[in-house]
Every structure is written in C-alpha cells, then in structure tokens.
C-alpha cells in the first residue's frame, strides 16, 4: 500500500498544470499588427501590474518585427538615404567591435562647411565620415550629410524629424541601444549640435559641441542632457571663442538655479584657435575659463579632451526625476506624420516633438516653460510650473501606480487613480518608436480661469476637480 501511495503521489506531480489563459489585452495583441492596434477601437483595455512589462515586450517584439518588414523603412536603410517632402538626408555608417548586450552605442557626427558650395560640403562630409571613429571601441559611428549648402545645414525645420527617423531606423535595423545615443560636431557640425541638442534632448544621452555658435538658443531644455563645450582659445571668427564661454556660464547659471540638472563641462583649448585636438588624449585647457575670457588669466591644466570618451560616459535616463521644457525651442516639422508626394507618411503619430520625456503637449499651447518633477517616496507628481494644458505620462517606473497618484499644483494638492491600459501602451509606442517611452497609464492637468481641473475619474477637491 505503501509503494501504491508512493505511484499515486508521483502520477500527481507528473499532471500538467493547465496554461494560464492569456488576457484579453495579450490576446487582442496577438490578433492583431500594431498598427491595426493604433488604429482600432477595442484597445480601451486594462493591463494588470503584474503583466505590464509582458505587455510591453509582446509590443515591442511585434512593433520592431513589423517596421523591419515596412518597405519604406527597408528601401531607407538600405540606401542610407532619407527622405522627407523635398529634404534629404544621406549618411554612412560603420559598426565598430562587439555588439554589447544592450546594442550598440550610436554616434551621431555632424561635419563642418555650411554656407559654402555643395563640393565644399561633401569634402566635410567626406572628412567626418572617419574623423572620430578611431576613438569609439564598441559602437555604430555615423556621419549624416548636412540636407542643405546653407550655414544652418545640420538644423533646418525638416532636419530634425529626419533624425528622429535615422535613429529609430538604427534602433530597429542595427540593434542601436536607444539611452546610449550620442550627438557631436565640429564648427559648422557644432551649429547643429548647438540647434538640435535643446530641441531634441529627450532622444540623446550626451553631446559634444566643437568649435560652432550658439546663434543664442536657449539651453533651458538641457537639464538632462549632459552638454561639452569646446573651443580653440584663439577661434575669434564669429567670437566663438568668447560665445562659447558666455554659453558655459549661462549653463552655470541654470545648473545653480536648478540643482541637480544642466552637467556640463567647456574646455577651452590653449594657444590653438578653429583647429584642436577633440580626438586625442591630454590637452592643454583654460584652467578657468571665466577667468581667461574676463582677466585673461591663461592659467591652464592638463585634461583628457577625446569627445567619444566623454559621451561615453553618459546613459540616457528616460524617465527623470524631473523636467524643464522651454517651449519656444521646438522643432514643429516633428509634428506632422509628414504626408509625402507619394502619399506615404513617416509616422501615424503627429505627437513627436510635442512629448518630452514624460510630458506631453499635444493639445497644449507652446509657449512659455513648464517644470514638472516625480516625487516617489509620496507618489506625487509636483508641477512647478504648469500649463494650461498638460498631459502626463506615467509609468510604474515613476510611481507606484497600484496607488493613487497625487498632484500637487502651486502648493494645491489633489490624487487620481490610475490603471495600465492597453490603448496608453500602443498609442505612446508608436508616437516615439522607442521602447523607454512606452508608458501604461496617463493623467490631464488643464487649467481654467477658475480652479484647475485634472482629467477623467474622480471627485471634486479643493482648488481641483477630476473629470
């Protein structure tokens, strides 16, 4: 009897378990392409906790398999040539050592000329498609051609949804780790750096900036973007030398007004002018640059100036603590899903360039600047400057959204509850084409002339009411 025992319990243990049924968010993911997802009613679903980062993959799986199929996106990479309405961008590429485990760093690298004839150009492109590879070990190192002769060439309107679309295609075709996306360029290439940096500072984990001009954009937009600066001591067309410095010290000023953000470094290179050494290793730099540019205190230091070694040591962090968004410095053409001549578009989503991070402006105003910061240990969202309209992007990374979210506006305080969905899942996948913006939940602060309202579920609250 024993021994029969003994068979009975092993038969038991030996009897499968029966599979746990799939969600319906997970079953309507397998039924359907993403794109179908996007455009469908019937993703108004709630993701449990405990599935949102299987939710998340199955989406990401299934996005990245379908976009390398898209033959647009093919024929584009394939050719290394895009193109959006009568703008185009040509670029090489060269992949350097071993792919790491969570892809390959991408460098972005913006060559000089602008201003001058298109042979002029080319030669610059031609010249920048070697120039700092020799400093990265493991990575993809890429050289885009400026899409115009002009002086502005790396930063008119229509640049900057064409890199939005060149790193989304690294991402998907190269394995491209998008936190370890880099941007650098020299003189006119540095003019680019300088333009898209701000307007752009959600998609890159650093930049290097040698030998350009501001043209006075504003820094505000690079609290989480760590910025170098570089310059030859005796680079006096344009006054670079002295802009550059003038822009450290308002990066200074920032950074003091703002503790915790704006990480940024100038090196001002001794004795050299529009010509240095941003490639190599110790150089002879200002010691302090507001000193050498107000007392011409020539004071200097030995520092290590290779730009790839200091972007390096940079990881994009998708989801900061906090955010400052300067809206006047934008890049409108990222807006439009961009209707082409042949009638096909880059992107359903017009919502790239109107998200930040996770903030999200797509039927806000831009003007002014708004300053949002996460404080996790209270579960509060905390808006130090606000909008009149502004939607949040949540994600269980930020909060804990097993609990209510709080929300506190000019020392006003309200709390919503919020539940992963299906439809904030897909929608926020395909408006950034990146898997660190996918967020699973979201809220509406808008403002009237009364009180200020946060959106969808709720009760009425002092000063707040929830609709």
Do not use: C
Not at 1 to 22: H, R, S
Not at 109 to 133: E, F, I
């Amino acid at each position: 009897m024993a021994a029969l025992g003994l068979l009975v319990a092993i038969g038991q243990a030996e009897e499968k378990k029966p599979e746990e049924e799939a969600s319906p968010a997970v079953r309507l993911i397998e039924s359907m392409s993403v794109m179908e997802l996007y455009k469908s009613d019937k993703t108004n679903l709630p993701v449990q906790p405990g599935e949102v980062a299987k939710v998340k993959s199955l989406l990401w799986a299934k996005y990245r398999e379908e976009e390398k199929r898209n033959p647009k996106r093919v024929k584009e990479h394939e050719s290394k040539q895009l193109k959006f309405f009568d703008s185009v961008m040509r670029y090489e590429y060269r992949r350097i050592g071993e792919r790491p485990e969570s892809g390959y760093p991408l460098y972005i690298a913006l060559h000089g000329g602008g201003g001058v004839p298109a042979h002029v150009n080319d030669g610059q492109w031609n010249h920048m498609k070697g120039l700092y590879a020799g400093s990265v070990k493991n990575g993809i190192y890429l050289a885009p051609r400026g899409i115009s002769n002009g002086p502005g060439l790396h930063a008119e309107g229509n640049s900057f949804p064409l890199y939005d679309r060149l790193i989304e295609n690294m991402i998907l075709f190269e394995g491209v780790d998008p936190n370890r996306v880099y941007l650098l360029g020299y003189s006119a290439g540095g003019d680019g750096v300088y333009q898209t940096s701000p307007r752009m500072a959600d998609r890159f984990a650093a930049a290097n900036m040698s030998a350009g001009h501001h043209n006075n954009v504003n820094p505000a937009n690079l609290y989480n973007l760590p910025f170098l600066l570089q310059v030859g001591e005796n680079d006096r067309a344009y006054g670079r030398h002295r802009a550059t410095v003038n822009y450290y010290l308002r990066l200074n000023d920032l950074q003091r007004a703002n503790p915790g953000g704006y990480r940024h470094d100038v090196y001002v290179h001794a004795g050299r002018g529009h010509g240095f050494d941003d490639r190599g290793g110790a150089q002879n730099i200002m010691a302090n640059p507001e000193a050498w540019m107000h007392q011409g205190d020539r004071t200097t230091k030995s520092v290590d100036t290779n730009a790839i070694r200091w972007l390096s040591k940079h990881t994009r962090n998708p989801l900061p603590k906090k955010v400052i968004w300067e809206l006047s410095t934008r890049a409108p053409a990222r807006w439009f899903g961009g209707e082409q001549p042949d009638g096909e578009r880059f992107w359903p989503s017009t919502a790239r360039g109107r998200q930040f991070y996770w903030l999200d402006l797509t039927a806000g105003d831009f003007t002014g600047t708004i300053a949002a910061r996460i404080d996790k240990p209270s579960n509060t969202i905390v808006i130090e400057q606000p909008a009149r309209w502004l939607r949040i992007l949540l994600s269980g990374q930020m909060l804990d959204l097993s609990k209510p979210v709080k929300i506190q506006i000019q020392n006003k305080q309200s709390q919503v509850k919020r539940t992963p969905n299906l439809k904030t899942l897909v929608h926020t996948l395909v408006d950034r084409g990146d898997p660190n913006y996918m967020f699973e939940a979201e809220l509406v602060i808008e403002r009237s002339q009364a009180n200020i309202v946060i959106g969808e579920e709720g009760g009425p609250y002092t000063a707040f009411s929830v609709r």
